[in-house]
């Protein structure tokens, strides 16, 4: 087992360096590959200047999101520096050596393994929402609106039963601000898709490896921090923005993976655009930011 780690820099050469730091030292970690994807504040040039040794530096032609700049980082680190099993860890989430290597140990245990990660935290000590089924359309569009969310949250995602005194738990998608992924079964199933800038690569992931017969997994006695530093927030400024953006990659996840018609996809729209509503008063109320 060879392990990788790609890190992706967007406008945040702080974030970014400081994860550097925390796991430069990682013996686990043949080698970590640092993407800039296309970043206009000139920290893509500073984090080069760190390359060396066991740190390569890849530079993105263009900003495709989060999911082009990952696939960038992981398939060079799969072709060309013969990583087996690669690490995608965001600038903020703050995970320890152990952490992973319980994660790659469970892609010993588990053969049919194609992603694993940990229990993840906030920086208060407030679990996080780190595993969620593999939905179909109707739960999913539920799924995606913030009052509904909440009120259906029973029938659309796990119930704390379903964790409760296990090790290693089969999970439909993993949180992508810490995953362990495994070369072969993201090259077979095809990865992140380009066509999505940001938002829905969790689920599109999960499903490709699925389709190829891989499993996710979580680890219950494993956790990890995630600071939620706010990159997105900086580059896309506004709730209503931000929400938009969402919205574009549910409709395009809709259709080309849960093969919704044209009902469906004016439902979606319908329901879309009371959320946006919705957002945008919470937004003008100061209540989201």
């Not at 390359?51 to 398939?75: E, H, T």
């Not at 992931?205 to 990890?224: K, W």
């Not at 080309?256 to 004016?266: C, T, V």
Request: hydrophobic share 40%; aromatic share 10%; net charge positive.
């Amino acid at each position: 087992m060879k392990l990788a780690a790609v890190l992706l820099n967007y406008n945040d050469y702080e974030g970014t360096r400081a994860q550097l730091d925390r796991i430069r030292d990682f013996s686990l970690l043949s080698r970590i590959v640092i993407v800039d994807n296309h970043s206009t504040d000139g920290s893509g040039e500073r984090l080069r200047e760190l390359a060396g040794g066991k740190i390569c530096f890849l530079s993105s032609w263009r900003n495709g999101g989060y999911g082009s700049g990952n696939d960038l980082g992981i398939r060079y680190a799969a072709k060309n520096l013969a990583a087996t099993h690669i690490l995608v860890a965001n600038p903020d989430a703050v995970f320890s050596e152990d952490c992973l290597g319980d994660m790659a140990r469970l892609f010993i245990q588990k053969e049919k393994a194609g992603a694993a990660s940990a229990v993840m935290w906030d920086r208060q000590g407030r679990a996080q929402k780190t595993a969620w089924p593999l939905r179909g359309f109707l739960p999913e569009l539920l799924n995606s609106g913030p009052v509904c969310r909440r009120l259906f949250s029973r029938f659309i995602d796990y119930p704390p039963s379903f964790f409760r005194g296990r090790g290693a738990v089969r999970v439909g998608v993993l949180h992508g601000s810490l995953l362990l992924l495994s070369a072969e079964a993201y090259l077979r199933s095809g990865g992140y898709d380009p066509k999505v800038f940001l938002y829905a690569e969790e689920n599109i992931l999960a499903r490709r490896l699925s389709e190829r017969g891989y499993e996710s997994y979580l680890l219950r006695g494993q956790s990890y921090y995630h600071e939620n530093s706010g990159t997105i927030s900086r580059s896309i400024r506004t709730p209503t923005e931000r929400q938009k953006l969402r919205q574009e990659s549910e409709r395009y996840y809709y259709r080309q993976y849960l093969g919704i018609k044209l009902p469906g996809q004016l439902l979606t729209l319908l329901f879309q655009w009371i959320v946006l509503l919705e957002t945008r008063l919470l937004e003008r109320l100061g209540l989201l930011r």
